[in-house]
């Protein structure tokens, strides 16, 4: 069972992270062709960015429940 507005939450989040977070922040690199990777358990979603120039990950975690 998906929660609709968990998920639509979730979609404006990932839009944001696509837009805005794609610039590395080692290296300088603009991943305009990547996305962030995300998963959800329902309660929080975790992204995931690996950048495809010198390998730098970063993670964000971001609790659904905080309201
Ligand atoms: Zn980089």
Not at 4 to 16: G, P, T, V
Not at 40 to 60: I, K, L, M
Request: with cysteine; proline share 3%; net charge negative.
């Amino acid at each position: 069972m998906t929660n609709d507005r968990n998920r639509s939450a979730f979609e404006r989040l990932k839009q944001h992270y696509d837009h805005e977070e794609l610039v590395c922040p080692d290296c300088g690199f603009e991943d305009e062709e990547g996305s962030w990777t995300s998963e959800t358990d329902g309660q929080v979603v975790e992204y995931y960015h690996e950048c495809p120039s010198c390998g730098a990950v970063r993670e964000h975690t971001i609790d659904l429940t905080d309201e």
